[in-house]
């Protein structure tokens, strides 16, 4: 069965740092991943997905991902950390090939920019 | 616009008193998805439905009961709400190709005293 695992609960950087929170998955057959967005008191928000396309995917408000199936990893980076991407990061795997219809989630890292 | 409803946002109720939280969509979508939100838990997934009346349950199904009626709607249904259901709650729905985007609700914070 597929599954994901987010290393870290909590990511502190300062204001223009480099984000990077990390997503390593386990999957049986080629997988389908996400990374999701939560603004607090807000539902979640597709940020970016690899579908096999393109291993590097560009996704929204600058973040972007790189598929790396040697390491099992979709890590998702940030060059320049604004005030604004303070939220909760979900990565995610399909489970039913490729739709979102069934996801499984991480356990979700927060990250908090510092001024 | 396309929109995932989720009603009520917030609900205090106590042990035993059965509740239902609605989850409409106008998407047209074919899956759609219930799942809770806990700290340090991530979403886990209770139900989901394929289709009009097509459900299994997720990895946390205890507890509750879904229906899928018509495409549109998928309740979630608390027969006996217990202590351990307070969580924040989440319906999502999608199309059935892997490029369609997974629209999720704002949320029904559900507390059982």
């Known amino acids: 069965a597929q599954s994901v695992t987010q290393l870290g609960s909590h990511v502190s950087v300062s204001e223009g740092a480099l984000v990077l929170l990390r997503c390593n998955y386990s999957?049986?057959?080629?997988?389908?991943l996400f990374w999701y967005v939560q603004y607090p008191n807000q539902g979640l928000q597709l940020l970016l997905k690899?579908?096999?396309?393109?291993?590097l995917v560009k996704g929204i408000n600058g973040f972007e991902a790189e598929f790396k199936k040697s390491e099992t990893s979709f890590h998702l980076t940030k060059p320049s950390a604004h005030m604004s991407d303070a939220a909760e990061y979900f990565c995610a795997v399909s489970d039913h090939g490729g739709s979102q219809g069934n996801l499984i989630f991480g356990k979700g890292t927060k990250l908090s920019v510092k001024p | 616009e396309a929109q995932v409803t989720q009603n009520p946002r917030y609900l205090i109720t106590v042990t035993g008193k059965k509740l239902t939280v609605t989850c409409s969509q106008n998407?047209?979508?074919?899956?759609m998805s219930w799942y809770r939100q806990d700290p340090g838990l991530g979403l886990r997934q209770i139900y989901y439905?394929?289709?009009?009346?097509?459900?299994d349950k997720g990895d946390v199904p205890e507890g509750y009961k879904v229906s899928r009626k018509e495409k549109r709607n998928f309740p979630l249904i608390l027969e006996s709400p217990s202590p351990n259901q307070t969580s924040l709650y989440f319906c999502a729905s999608t199309g059935a190709s892997m490029n369609t985007e997974a629209f999720f609700g704002q949320g029904t914070r559900l507390t059982v005293v």
């Open positions: 439905s394929m289709n009009v009346e097509v459900t």
């Open positions: 998407m047209n979508h074919e899956y």
């Open positions: 690899y579908t096999s396309a393109a291993t």
């Open positions: 999957s049986s057959v080629p997988p389908y």
